[in-house]
């Protein structure tokens, strides 16, 4: 038997003598081994799920089987922000596309500017003094 502590004698396992003809009913659980476990080492872990528990192949170690997941959400994620960014690339492509359009449908009026001279402002500045 293990513990998730160190016990006193700084051990962290309890070594239990079991005759040979005695049956073992361990775990106690309702739950029957699932059909993609058969053909390996099943156990049941009852820390999964919240101490419901459930069963696991014993070979898998938990910790790499999370990295593992975590890995593959990982990649879903990376391919999912990949096609936001070329989305994000091809709305801004359509809004200067359209900004453009818009700069050339409008056209602002052009307005004519009286021609001058600056003999002519400096004739009529000298007019006034």
Known sequence: ?????????????TVYYIPQDAVVQYPM??????????GTVPKYDWQI????????????????AEISALKGIGAILGKQLASAVAAADQANKAVAALTL??????????TPVAPTSTATSAASTSENK
């Open 101 to 110: 359009q818009v700069a050339q449908d409008i056209k602002p009026p052009v």
């Open 49 to 64: 799920d919240g101490g419901v528990g459930k069963w696991v192949d014993s070979k898998v170690d938990p910790n790499t």
């Open 1 to 13: 038997m293990t513990y998730p502590v160190q016990q006193q004698d700084g051990l962290f396992y």
């Open 29 to 38: 659980t309702d739950q029957p081994i699932p059909d993609e476990l058969k």
